[in-house]
T-cell receptor
């Protein structure tokens, strides 16, 4: 069945460092891919998405590219800020006609000033 | 409010008690989902409603779990005879699109602790 695997955390970085959080997926079709973020004390919210192969999603300086050949959707940011400290979830949208969005286990990011 | 609202935010139950968790989705959202999130894990799918129809309940862990959305708006997740392994955060999400292909809008969750 469809699944998502993302790198384990926590990830600790200094402010202005480069961030990569790896995410790979297994899917029978070509579902949309998402990154959700959960800031402390808040609910999950969409960070970015890509709906087809080679699409790049971007938001708030974060980027991720839907790579069909490597079945990956790695999250990157060139210069992190303390305010980026949160838990990041990679997610696989439902196949056409399906209902389940499948989430990875989450990666906690700590950014130090 | 403009977002998904869940209540109660925190619930402590003694083992064997029944609990009911409420979700008020964004107005007009067709799709409503319930997820269970254990500590340190990602959300796990429980069930899906399209309007008032429950189209997928494959993620409900046992027949002690029951969900309804009788008028296609507010939904209730009920857990009967709670067990310690039911302790988790229960997340509700809604979406404008049918099915799970689009963006999900999440509530802040209901944290259930079973003693």
């Amino acid at each position: 069945g469809n699944s998502v695997t993302q790198m384990e955390g926590p990830v600790t970085l200094s402010e202005e460092a480069f961030l990569t959080i790896n995410c790979t997926y297994t899917a029978t079709g070509y579902p949309s891919l998402f990154w959700y973020v959960q800031y402390p004390g808040e609910g999950l919210q969409l960070l970015l998405k890509a709906t087809k192969a080679d699409d790049k999603g971007s938001n708030k300086g974060f980027e991720a590219t839907y790579r069909k050949e490597t079945t990956s959707f790695h999250l990157e940011k060139g210069s992190v800020q303390v305010s980026d400290s949160a838990v990041y979830f990679c997610a696989l949208g439902a196949d056409t006609g399906g209902f389940k969005t499948i989430f990875g286990a989450g990666t906690r990011l700590f950014v130090k000033a | 409010g403009a977002g998904v609202s869940q209540s109660p935010r925190y619930k402590v139950a003694k083992r064997g008690q029944d609990v009911a968790l409420r979700c008020d989705p964004i107005s007009g959202h067709v799709s409503l989902f319930w997820y269970q999130q254990a500590l340190g894990q990602g959300p796990e799918f429980l069930t899906y409603f399209q309007n008032e129809a429950q189209l997928d309940k494959s993620g409900l862990p046992s027949d002690r779990f029951f969900a309804e959305r009788p008028e296609g708006s507010v939904s209730t997740l009920k857990i009967q005879r709670t067990q310690q392994e039911d302790s988790a955060v229960y997340l509700c999400a809604s979406s404008t699109t049918g099915g799970g292909t689009g963006e999900l809008f999440f509530g802040e969750g209901s944290r259930l602790t079973v003693l």
